[in-house]
T-cell receptor
């Protein structure tokens, strides 16, 4: 099925560094959702975005809904070891199903 | 926040037996629930969309007689893996959609690890 282009696929960073990941699509979405998945667990919703250009924060996390409605990014500031996990973006159109990115695996070195 | 539970969290069964997985939305009513399958290091693969009171809609390539879905109430959907075989071993995750106006969110359960011997 359709997937979003999410990059990077993996990141290995030092504790305290900032992180940025993004998703792009060839088509428009009404909603962008960002999830974090820990090993052996289900994804947990971090941020939901509903308007083009919208910038939303959740603690050290900030996400933006791209102006073209075809992309979104997620930033994590001052990373800590518990930020380790796989981050997924997902796009949604009204009445449709969630379309997922391939995921970004984040590793944080203390 | 919206909470989705899943039971069991893991199950080991013999080849040829059937396994039922339950998915419940604990603090909201979900007219639509979803069942996903996830392989190691991969994204989530939608198997089917479960609609309360009606038949599930299966994705292409997913056998509906193999993966039986029932959505009997607004808070419960079940997935039954019939005549399970080792290739059915995987991580199964359910989710529930919550829509209001133009807003949409989807909340996931903790997943069920199925191992078929």
């Amino acid at each position: 099925g359709q997937q979003l282009n999410q990059s990077p696929q993996s990141m290995f960073i030092q504790e305290g560094e900032d992180v940025s990941m993004n998703c792009t699509s060839s088509s428009i979405f009404n909603t962008w959702l960002w999830y974090k998945q820990d090993p052996g667990e289900g994804p947990v919703l971090l941020i939901a975005l509903y308007k083009a250009g919208e910038l939303t924060s959740n603690g050290r996390l900030t996400a933006q809904f791209g102006i073209t409605r075809k992309d979104s990014f997620l930033n994590i500031s001052a990373s800590i070891p518990s930020d380790v996990g796989i981050y997924f973006c997902a796009g949604h159109r009204q009445g449709g199903k969630l379309i997922f990115g391939q995921g970004t695996e984040l590793s944080v070195k203390p | 926040g919206a909470v989705v539970s899943q039971h069991p969290s893991w199950v080991i069964c013999k080849s040829g037996t059937s396994v039922k997985i339950e998915c419940r939305s604990l603090d909201f009513q979900a007219t639509t629930m979803f069942w996903y399958r996830q392989f190691p290091k991969q994204s989530l693969m939608l198997m089917a969309t479960s609609n309360e009171g009606s038949k599930a809609t299966y994705e292409q390539g997913v056998e509906k007689d193999k993966f039986l879905i029932n959505h009997a109430s607004l808070t419960l959907s079940t997935l039954t893996v019939t005549s399970a075989h080792p290739e059915d071993s995987s991580f199964y995750i359910c989710s529930a959609g919550l829509a209001g106006g133009l807003r949409y969110e989807q909340f996931f359960g903790p997943g069920t690890r199925l191992t078929v011997l």
